[in-house]
Every structure is written in C-alpha cells, then in structure tokens.
C-alpha cells in the first residue's frame, strides 16, 4: 500500500486527495519506482485546481516529472536501487506521475540519474531545466562561439528562461534577457549571469519582416509575436530554439527570414525526446550547472501540502522552485 495525491471529477469539478492505493491500481509498465521527489510547476497547480484542461481522464496522480528508486524491474536496463529520473511522456496528464509514493511506467521513459545530482537537486532542476539544456544543446549545435555575439532569451524569468540564461553564461557566452517586470527580475537574472535586460514590451510591437540583424542564436518560450519579433533580428545562418507557445500558437512572420537569412528555427520538445538524447542532456546539466544553483531558494513541501500550494501557484503568489519530498 502507498499513498498518493488522486485527482477525480465530480459535477466538472477536479477533486484532490490523498488517498491509500495498492500496487495493482497502478497503470501497465516494466518499471516499478519509489517515488523519492517530484516537482510542483504552473502546469501542475493547473491540473490539481482544475483551473484549466490538462487533465482529461480521471481518476489520475499528478505530477510531470519526478525522481527515485527502482523497486522492481522487468527491463535489463535497470535494476533494483538503481536511481532514476522521469521527465515528459504525458505523466501526470495521460499517465499516473510523480504525487505518489510508488510509480510503474514504461522502462523508456526513464534515464539513469546521472552521478553527481541527488533526487532532490533532479528535481529542483526539473522538466523546465531539462528543457532549457536541450535549448541551449541547439545553440552549440549550430556552431555559434561566445565571441560571435549576444545570445537573446525571451521568457527570461520563467523555468526554462532562467536555467538558460545561467548554462549560457557559464559557457561564456553574453546573454540578453527578456522579461516582463524589469526592475524587480533584472537583478535577479543579472545574478544568473544576464549581460543585459530587455523589457518584453520591445518584443510585442508588431514585426517588420525583417530588421536589424542583432542576434546570433536565440532561445525563445513565448512563440506568436514574441517569436516573430526575434526571427526578424536574426543573424545570417543563426539558429533560434523555440520551445514554448505562451503567446499563442499562430506565428504571423514570413518566409523571408528564413529564405534571405538562413535561419533556421528548431522546435525543443521535451516530450518526445530519444532516450540518448536525454541521458546526454542530464550529463550535460552535470557538467555545466554551477553547484551554487543549487543554493537558490527552493521550498520543500509535502504531498498533503499539494493543494494548497497548487492555489498559490495558480494566483501568483510563489516564485523560486517547489518540490515536492514524496
């Protein structure tokens, strides 16, 4: 027996609560997992509140990603005590993730926990931070060097945005940051390495096809205009990582950078992702994050504090990283 945060629905309201599950209510897989930490994000407080449509199918445990221990393994690839990681694959959407004492899943959808982090420093890097690992990978991929220029990430202050700004930085190269509420995330951003910061309204006017070439590689997490706005800045044969659709799904651009500049826009995601390629990234976070990332605030909270924080989370009322101790 376990316990685990259950979402259900009654009168098209989510319900969370915790609740004592056995083994065999667990979802088909080849990997049983404890569940050492999870994370708490936007998405999630979304799901637990049932303040937007993220969950579809119910009863179901929240929770995208999460941390642990093989407990039971019916793939060679992992054995008992073995520590693992989960991120993307729909868990806590489509699947029953991470708010739970015990998982079972799919013996694809994990990677080895890479020697160096602990489950509770996995987590406070999270989805967000893998995602940001795998933005900045298309950076280096393209060939651009520190001294070439000024690498632009929009969404600055968000998960994804901050942990690229800080890789960035600590590669050496010059990041200009993006945000909505310069005076109070400047500093802030300063402190993870910005060289300098934008206020997001520069990049909400509407977009010329093309205009100054200002950028070697951008990383963006708004899409829509936002997008259209750094495709248009972009550098001869530059590449911009696109991985966030916060402003929406159309993107009103034309051709015209992509034809005249070569640009070339590579879409980050995060769920389908190959196994290689993310036990890469995790090596590559290893080795790049500085260990004074880990020294930034971060609360920990319970399972049975989930729904609460869901709420805070939702309204606006926390910042930093939130794990979950499972």
């Not at 600590?170 to 200009?176: C, E, N, T």
């Not at 020294?295 to 930093?320: H, R, W």
Request: with cysteine; aromatic share 6%.
């Amino acid at each position: 027996m376990f316990k685990a945060l259950v979402l259900n629905q009654e009168d098209k309201r989510t319900i969370a609560n915790i609740e004592t599950l056995d083994e065999n209510q667990l979802p088909e897989g080849e990997v049983l997992v404890a569940v050492d930490y999870s994370s708490i994000n936007y998405k999630d407080g979304l799901a637990v509140t049932g303040k937007g449509k993220i969950i579809r199918n119910f009863p179901m445990v929240p929770g995208i990603d999460f941390a642990g221990t093989v407990l039971e393994s019916q793939d060679d690839r992992y054995s008992e005590g073995d520590k693992v990681v989960l991120t993307g694959w729909g868990v806590g959407e489509n699947h029953w993730g991470g708010m739970a004492e015990k998982a079972r899943l799919k013996a694809d959808w994990l990677v080895p926990l890479p020697q160096g982090f602990d489950p509770k420093q996995a987590m406070m890097i999270g989805t967000a931070g893998f995602t940001a690992m795998l933005c900045v990978q298309a950076i280096l991929d393209s060939g651009v060097k520190p001294e070439d220029g000024e690498i632009l990430v929009t969404g600055a202050s968000g998960g994804v945005g901050s942990v690229s700004v800080t890789l960035l930085s600590q590669l050496g190269y010059k990041v200009a940051a993006v945000t909505g509420r310069v005076e109070t995330n400047g500093p802030w951003l300063e402190a993870r390495g910005a060289s300098r910061i934008i206020d997001r309204s520069e990049f909400e006017e509407p977009a010329r096809p093309l205009e100054k070439q200002v950028w070697v590689g951008a990383i963006d997490t708004a899409g829509s205009k936002v997008l259209a706005k750094v495709l248009a800045q972009m550098d001869y044969d530059s590449t911009v990582a696109a991985c966030g659709l916060a402003a929406g799904f159309d993107l009103p651009t034309t051709v015209m950078p992509f034809i005249l500049r070569n640009v070339r826009l590579q879409g980050i995601d995060s769920v389908n992702c190959p196994a290689e390629k993310r036990i890469a990234a995790w090596n590559k976070l290893v080795e790049i994050l500085p260990a004074s990332y880990f020294e930034q605030a971060c609360s920990e909270i319970t399972l049975e504090e989930v729904p609460q924080y869901a709420e805070d989370i939702t309204n606006g009322q926390v910042t930093g990283r939130v794990v979950v101790k499972i």
